[in-house]
Structures are given as C-alpha cells and as structure tokens.
C-alpha cells in the first residue's frame, strides 16, 4: 500500500506567489483532511471533505486559501496569494469511514519568502 | 468549544524511566479517542484508538488509558527510540468526527 502521497514536498516560494499543495489519499478511503502544523500552533485542521465534498472548512484561515476534491483521489489545496505567515508544514490525511484512524501523508513544508 | 490540552508540553526521561503523558478534552458527545507519535520531519503515526472510559491498550513500552474527561499514555521502561511527540485526538462527533488535535508532548529519552 503506497499510502497517502503528498507532493511536492518542499517549496519555497515569494510573497504573492500562487502555491497549489497536491495529495493522493489511499485508495478506498473516502474520508480527506488537511491540517496544517506550525510550532505556535500545533496541528490544526483546515478543512475535510467526506466522499469528495467539503464537510466542514471552518479551518480556512481566509478567502486566499481553497481546497477542492475533483475525484475520489486527487485533492488540492491553493494558496493565492502566499504570505509569510502562511509558511508552516501541510498534511494531508484520509480515513476509510467516520470512526477509522487517520493516515497521515509526509507533508509538504511551505517557505514563503 | 471543543478544547483538548496535553501535559506536560515537554518531558526529558532518562532511558528506563517510566512516566506518563495527560491529555484532557472538553468536547460534547465525547466517542472515543485517538493517539498518535510523530517523529520530526515525518506525518503522525496512528498508535491507539479507546473508545469507552474504563478501556487500555498497550503495544510494546506504551499504555493508553481513557476516563470520561482525560486519557493517559504511560511509557514504562522508555528506550531512545521513544523520543517522539505524542499527539492526542478526540473526535468530534456533532462535526462528522472531525480529530482536533491536541498541542503535543515531546518525549526525548536519553541513554
């Protein structure tokens, strides 16, 4: 089982900048989440979506950031535009159903310049 | 609003000296909880799911406990390889049992 792939797994980029964060949850789950983990603030959930539709999105810090689920395996998340602030570590998580553990992609460590 | 605190935020053991971690949650129609250990660089790892008070889980040197408002991972005998941080996470069941996670415990044991 390949697990949650998570891609690309670092990127810098400059204020401003467009980032789209990408992610290929396990195949069967139908349950994907993204956090994101900083040091002041831990791990915090942005938003899931459950059989392709964002369930719950009250994470979202603000309208420059959206998440969308085209199909049962492949999400993103976009960034537009970028700021410092936003530099942290995203995961990507998926579940087979509502009561299932969560596994966890290896991230992808945004730098924003 | 649905909080979840881990104590302590740190906790430096010799190797061999046991301890335990706290993790505590206020969250309304509490069904169960989950443990995870992340190691730096990496995703959470998935170590224990309890789902009534009253139950334990062990696997290798780790216990996981759950009361009705706070769960225990007791590391007993703790190796090097322990050092991690250990994350707890109740569902929230009135939001589709969304995991909140809590701030974490860095466990570093030295030999």
């Known amino acids: 089982d390949a697990g949650v792939i998570q891609s690309p797994r670092h990127e810098v980029t400059e204020m401003g900048q467009e980032v789209t964060l990408r992610c290929k949850p396990i195949?069967?789950?139908?349950?994907l989440f993204w956090y994101r983990q900083t040091m002041m603030r831990g791990l915090e959930l942005l938003i899931y979506?459950?059989?392709?539709?964002?369930?719950?999105d009250s994470g979202m810090p603000e309208d420059r950031f959206s998440a969308k689920m085209p199909n049962a395996s492949f999400s993103t998340l976009k960034i537009q535009p970028s700021e410092p602030r936003d530099s942290a570590v995203y995961f990507c998580?998926?579940?087979?159903?509502?009561?299932?553990?969560?596994?966890f992609g290896e991230g992808s460590r945004l730098t924003v310049l | 609003e649905d909080q979840v605190t881990q104590s302590p935020e740190a906790l430096r053991l010799q190797e061999g000296e046991s301890s335990s971690l706290n993790c505590s949650y206020t969250?309304?129609?509490?069904?169960?909880l989950f443990w995870y250990r992340q190691d730096p660089g990496k995703g959470p790892e998935f170590l224990f799911t309890?789902?009534?008070a009253g139950e334990e889980k062990e696997k290798e040197r780790l216990k996981a406990t759950l009361t009705k408002k706070e769960s225990f991972l007791h590391i007993t005998a703790p190796k090097p390889e322990d050092s991690a941080t250990y994350l707890c996470?109740?569902?929230?069941?009135?939001?589709?049992?969304?995991?909140?996670f809590g701030g974490g415990t860095r466990v570093l044991v030295k030999p």
């Open positions: 998580a998926s579940r087979t159903d509502s009561t299932g553990e969560l596994f």
């Open positions: 969250v309304s129609g509490l069904r169960g």
């Open positions: 996470a109740p569902p929230v069941v009135a939001a589709g049992n969304k995991l909140t």
């Open positions: 309890l789902y009534s």
């Open positions: 979506f459950n059989n392709n539709v964002p369930i719950d």
């Open positions: 195949s069967g789950h139908n349950s």
